[in-house]
């Protein structure tokens, strides 16, 4: 791989060995293949639209270029549409598609952005809705052809004579260390802030990134993509499959992912853990709907993988895997393609028990940490056992350090560290030290050099004596249950730890069924007396595995699960905690019937 410095030079790369099938999408009902050269003519032709618009560099600053949003799902012409404003000397401005107009206005306003890209007519009446409010923006361009809307293949006409001279021209004097893009993150509470990357924080992130993945034996260079782009994860992973030769197929839907798969039969996919626990939930539904001896032979082999360690060398238990194998987890492989070697997992802790059942069945577990502003792999735990180990986030990634502040903070530093906050100076001198990132989360490195995630340090809390709790080692610990499907513990300023729990209904309901519990909604079921009894009594068995402080005294049980869509979720899926908190204020209330407040203005 020749050394390169900017993001777009993956072009150069792959008109080196062109691909019939660089980037693929579903186009009515049928898979469309974007061949290396159709691909590179597009973005050329965007560049010289919207150079031809007057979107430039401006004087070669962060906030004197001009900047562009983007707000879409994953689709080819995402990334086209990256590309085609890098080579503009323009900075990308992505949204999560389900970004709410009241964030939107705010981000488009404060990043104040020239033109927008949007996916579909719902994406496009949001930012119509704001429009008026937004002076920088001129024009709105659809990826779906709409009525009323300008369709961006207005834009995509034959170049004119001396276009290419133009942006190589501009491209000659774009360098590593000009801002790429500017992500919003989404955060688990407080204003979104602008993360400014370089191309050579991505792209440092990516080549290191690119030199793990080529390690692993894949069948074919085939990914199936469907976390959003705007985030650096799935955005990082799109630059090492640009440079290292892959076919990128974008799944329909979140919903057809199962589907998709069977189609694409992937070689490698990223996740987050919560699609895990889905898919999991899914493969354990099938298992309940087996009868006799398929079914003692599924739930066995549930067990197996439970077991499964890295560097067992038990010859009864790689028998008993290879058993395993053959009559269950093949089924496993095949309902996601059948060509999978590893999937990495990254954005929030993975449970271990995950892990070790995909693991054990020939489905590599590679979890990674790092945030948006590490552009964003720390580290990561890679395809061969000697560096991959259940319960950390890996080795750290070449060219990046870490070091653990005295109270337990992990600092990181190097090229894939952002350039800082936008329009926030002081933000960014709150996290950016000496060329140290304090990321916010506290963590260890074991004596083996892998990084171990042990909480996020804004969530720890202090109860009402004065003791604190780390609550995500017990969240993670108690989710293992396969009961258990959301869970977030409480009790800041109170006298002892509680819970809101979302049951897993794949597994109670059977549960029920077996004990002859009857109910007619699930705010019925989780008011039932038999079924608190149950998770108390789940609660209770891991409660000794903490100290007294840590364990938990009272659970509340929720009918719905927390989501993206109902707000409790950020885009990543990671919980809101303080939007929970207050969402179900009442319940947590509930769960300190002794607790009276001493302040008299509030005493009838």
């Known amino acids: 791989m020749e050394k390169a410095t900017r993001l777009f030079d993956c072009m150069i790369a792959q008109a080196k060995e062109p691909k019939a099938d660089l980037l693929n999408a579903k186009e009515n009902g049928s898979w469309r293949s974007y061949s290396t050269e159709e691909v590179h003519t597009m973005i050329n032709q965007l560049s010289a639209a919207l150079l031809d618009l007057g979107v430039s560099g401006g004087d070669g600053t962060t906030e004197g270029r001009d900047k562009i949003g983007l707000i879409s799902n994953g689709r080819p012409e995402w990334i086209i549409t990256d590309l085609a404003v890098q080579q503009t000397g323009a900075i990308l401005v992505p949204l999560y598609p389900n970004t709410g107009t009241k964030e939107i206005e705010q981000i488009l306003n404060e990043a104040e952005v020239k033109y927008v890209f949007v996916s579909s007519k719902d994406l496009c009446d949001k930012v119509k809705e704001v429009h008026l409010n937004i002076p920088s923006l ?102 090492v499959y640009l440079y290292y030769g892959f076919s990128i197929y974008y799944a329909e839907s979140m919903d057809t992912i199962g589907a998709n798969m069977k189609e694409v039969k992937p070689s490698l996919f990223t996740a987050v853990p919560r699609l895990l626990e889905k898919v999991f939930e899914k493969i354990m539904v099938q298992g309940q709907k087996l009868t006799g001896i398929k079914r003692k032979i599924f739930f066995w082999s549930v067990r197996v993988a439970e077991a499964y360690e890295i560097n ?131 963590g260890e490195l074991d004596k083996d050099s892998f990084l171990k995630i042990t909480d996020r340090k804004k969530e720890i809390f202090k109860t009402s004596g004065g003791k604190y709790v780390a609550p995500l080692p017990i969240e993670n610990k108690m989710k293992e249950n396969y009961f258990i499907e959301q869970m977030m513990v409480v009790g800041s300023e109170r006298k002892f730890v509680a819970a809101l729990i979302v049951p897993s209904y794949t597994h109670l309901n059977p549960w029920c069924k077996e004990n002859g519990i009857t109910f007619s909604s699930k705010n019925e079921l989780v008011k039932d007396a038999r079924v608190i009894k149950l998770y108390q009594s789940i609660i209770d068995n891991y409660n000794p595995e903490f100290n007294h402080v840590e364990q938990v005294k009272k659970i509340s049980l929720l009918p719905n699960e927390w989501s993206i869509d109902s707000g409790e979720l950020t885009p990543t899926g990671k919980m809101k905690r303080k939007v929970i908190t207050e969402k179900y204020k009442a319940e947590i209330d509930k769960m300190y019937p002794c607790e009276v407040s001493e302040d008299p203005t509030l005493v009838n």
Request: glycine share 8%; proline share 4%.
């Open 138 to 239: 001129k024009a709105i361009f659809t990826f779906d052809s709409i009525e009323s809307c300008n369709h961006w293949v207005t834009l995509l006409k034959p170049l004119k004579d001396g276009a290419l001279q133009k942006i190589q021209q501009i491209t000659d004097h774009i360098i590593e260390d000009d801002v790429a893009t500017i992500i919003y993150t989404s955060g688990t509470t407080g204003r979104p802030k602008g993360v400014m990357l370089t191309h050579k924080n991505i792209m440092t992130n990516a080549m290191a990134s690119g030199d793990i993945l080529t390690r692993i034996p894949l069948n074919e260079k085939r990914v199936l993509s469907f976390l959003p782009l705007n985030h650096i994860f799935e955005k990082m992973c799109t630059y």
């Open 312 to 442: 067992n060398s038990s010859l009864w238990y790689k028998i008993k895997l290879a058993i395993a194998d053959k009559l269950v987890y093949s089924k496993w492989r095949d309902a996601i393609g059948g060509n999978i070697n590893a999937i990495v997992v990254g954005s929030s802790a993975c449970p271990i028990k995950l892990e070790k059942i995909f693991t054990a069945a020939n489905i590599v577990i590679m979890e990674g940490y790092g945030l948006t502003e590490t552009s964003p792999v720390i580290a990561v735990n890679c395809y061969q056992k000697s560096d991959r180990k259940f319960g950390t986030v890996g080795r750290l990634l070449s060219g990046v350090q870490v070091k653990i502040a005295p109270d337990g903070e992990i600092l990181c530093k190097g090229p894939n560290v952002m350039l800082g906050y936008y329009k926030n100076p002081d933000l960014t001198a709150d996290v950016l030290e000496g060329g140290w990132f304090h990321t916010g989360d506290i």
